[in-house]
């Protein structure tokens, strides 16, 4: 005799399955599929993925997604602001930053072994979120990288930042090291 499964039954199966989904996708909420997800809606490849300009204007190129920076791209010292309210300039490939901490070009975050975060532990990641030092604890993580906001974040999510980060292609590409501003009364 064949016996159909109670309403209870259906309605415990329902809810495990439910609780295994990320909200309002459909998909199920691994670590790295949550981590693409945060590194997605907060916003990593506006600054780490070089951008382009595309048939609509500037958008992301994702052959080069969060790789930072682009070795080749050589640039010519950022213009000087007049003294006001503005304090700072971007590349137009959005990777690289000046203003009153100096040059600083956005890092490479995808696994490659040299160039990005190939080497890195979970628990260093997670350090350098926490702390804004490079690596967990090389020099300080410079503007207009968010570390205070994502610091913020869950260990849960920073580890699902990193699985994420850890799972996509790597991209062999050396980040220029950033430049200290010049000393005081010097312009550039």
Partial sequence: MRRTPSLASLAAVCLVAAACQQPGTGAPASPVERGKYLVTVVGCNDCHTPWKLGDTGPEPDMTRMLSGHPESLKLPPPPVLPPGPWGAVAALSMTAWA????????????????????????????????????????????????????????DEDLKAIFAYLKSIPPIRNHVPDPVPPPPAGNAR
Avoid: C
């Fill in 99 to 154: 203003g009153p901490w100096g040059i600083s070009y956005t890092s490479n975050l995808t696994p490659d072994p040299e160039t990005g975060l190939g080497a890195l532990s979970q628990e260093n990641f997670i350090k350098a979120m926490r702390t804004g030092r490079h690596f967990g604890g090389g020099r300080e993580i410079l503007p207009p990288m968010p570390w205070t906001w994502v610091g913020k974040m869950t």
